[in-house]
């Protein structure tokens, strides 16, 4: 998937309007340039619309470039990030994986640049989108991840990562090679500048996210290794569907086994009931035999 550094709009094609410092909405610098006085008279609004409205959306814009993850490996640590942070987000983020990132309406002209392995947005809602358009949303990601292979690990670590911060500015970046977990690095905007965040306990905490990335060893999908996966502040894993499934079995299934366990002990009490019941009857039994064979009426006890 291809998204391409460079931004050069004509201002013959789009109203002009003025810069805004907003950290949550990243537009392209080209539509973001000095106004004429004679636009003191329009609503900036209306001219943010107005130019908006001239830019190709989801719809139009390529988002496949038929390039695959680069291995096996690259895409299962995709899906595991993907999968587990969807299905905590709910509505309250986007979080997309191998996926084109559009800033930059030439982007289609130039190939160098691929998109964030993994991205998450917050607060604009988790309905399905064919590419992550930012004009569109109106916003860039909070937070992405790149996964490192041999060819592209200098382009992500340089080239890719000054886009993050530069023109996407991205409030958090994080790399990892899943087949190298030592080369796991984050890091924050401050000051429009990437700073190194301090690695604890295997592991970085994102604030956008209020969660962890931590190094976890484990299964997954029949391949053992050292994966990157999102717990809580408090450490707990956030679980693909397939874990959350397969809990909630293991509850049923321990909630079955107590209540047959307290039906078989229900039994257990009835026929021990009866057979006290019984024992009381052949003692009384016996009783009222001796009594008889004494010459006494054992009726004249009732």
Same mark, same amino acid.
């Given at each position: %998937? ?40 329009? !609503?900036? %609004? ?5 130019? /908006? *409205? ?13 390039? !695959? ?8 640590? %995709? ?16 979080? #997309? ?17 691929? #998109? ?13 989108? &064919?590419?992550? /358009?930012?004009?569109?949303? #109106? &916003? ?22 000054? /886009? ?13 090679? !899943? ?55 408090? #450490? ?16 049923? *299934? ?25 024992? *009381? ?22």
């Amino acid at each position: %998937m291809s998204l391409q550094v460079e931004q050069t709009v004509g201002p013959e094609r789009f109203p002009t309007f003025p810069k805004t410092k907003s950290p949550s909405h990243h537009f392209p610098d080209e539509l973001v340039v000095e106004w004429a006085p004679e636009s003191l008279e329009t !609503p900036v %609004m209306e001219l943010f619309h107005d130019a /908006v *409205a001239l830019l190709p959306t989801q719809d139009d814009l390529p988002s496949c470039d038929g390039v !695959p993850m680069e291995t096996e490996r690259h895409k299962k640590q %995709m899906d595991l990030l993907v999968y587990s942070l969807e299905s905590w987000l709910g509505e309250r983020g986007y979080v #997309g994986g191998n996926m084109f990132v559009y800033f930059s309406p030439k982007q289609l002209k130039n190939e160098k640049f691929k #998109g964030p392995d993994v991205f998450v947005t917050l607060g604009l809602g988790n309905r399905e989108r &064919k590419s992550w /358009v930012v004009w569109e949303e #109106g &916003k860039s990601p909070d937070v992405v991840i790149d996964l490192l292979s041999e060819s592209t690990a200098k382009f992500d670590k340089t080239s890719k990562k000054d /886009v993050y911060q530069n023109q996407l500015k991205v409030a958090e970046y994080f790399w990892f090679d !899943p087949y190298n977990p030592d080369d796991f690095q984050g890091f924050e905007l401050l000051r429009g500048v990437y700073e190194e965040l301090p690695l604890k306990n295997h592991g970085f905490l994102s604030q956008q996210l209020e969660l962890k990335l931590i190094l976890w060893r484990g299964l997954y999908r029949n391949v053992e290794t050292t994966w990157l996966r999102w717990t809580t502040l408090d #450490g707990e894993l956030l679980l693909l569907p397939e874990e959350i499934e397969a809990q909630r079995a293991e509850v049923e *299934a321990q909630r079955a086994e107590q209540e047959r366990q307290e039906k078989e002990q229900a039994l257990q009490r009835a026929e021990q009931e009866r057979q006290e019941k019984e024992q *009381a009857l052949q003692r009384a039994a016996r009783l009222a035999q001796i009594l008889r064979e004494q010459g006494i009426d054992p009726d004249q006890f009732e």
